[in-house]
């Protein structure tokens, strides 16, 4: 597993939706504000524990497969919202693991996690996943619920940064 972000980075959970763009899109404007990293980490889980015992093994991805395929992804998101240039103010992190667990472990330390949420709940469901549920009860640092933006909304705008308190003010 790789090391937890440290205090100067945001932590974003990236599964290749639009809500995880929305979120890395969101995460780099406030990272840019702060003059913090934006680290994106998409957590992935080998499929075979969902497959029947049964199935065919010609039907099952190896391991190694599973990872690349992971990793395609999370290449194909970071570049669909950055381009083919990314900064080096953003670093790609795959970790094998439940994503709840693997947010919060890498988020351990960092400014906050930002996470993706659909912009309305869809056929009754909460607008954030199971995931996002997880994340918001148990990660160590703030949690923020960016919603998916329709391409023609107005984006939401970095926060900046507090002034430095001057010393000697009462």
Not at 111 to 128: F, M, N
Request: with cysteine; aromatic share 2%; glycine share 10%.
């Amino acid at each position: 597993m790789t090391e937890p972000a440290h205090g100067n980075s945001i932590v974003v959970g990236v599964d290749g939706s639009e809500a995880s763009m929305a979120a890395l899109r969101w995460a780099s404007g406030q990272a840019g504000a702060l003059g913090a990293d934006v680290v994106a980490v998409h957590a992935w889980e080998p499929a075979g524990r969902s497959m029947a015992p049964y199935a065919a093994v010609s039907a099952r991805p190896t391991l190694a497969d599973e990872r690349v395929q992971a990793a395609e992804l999370l290449a194909a998101t970071v570049r669909e919202v950055f381009g083919p240039q990314v900064d080096g103010a953003v670093r790609a992190v795959l970790v094998e693991g439940p994503p709840a667990r693997v947010l919060v472990q890498q988020a351990r330390g960092a400014l906050l996690l930002a996470l993706g949420r659909r912009a309305h709940g869809q056929y009754g469901q909460p607008p954030i996943g199971a995931v996002g549920r997880a994340c918001l009860r148990n990660a160590a640092v703030p949690v923020v619920a960016v919603p998916a933006t329709e391409r023609a909304a107005t984006p939401l705008a970095a926060v900046a940064a507090p002034p430095l308190a001057r010393s000697g003010a009462a």
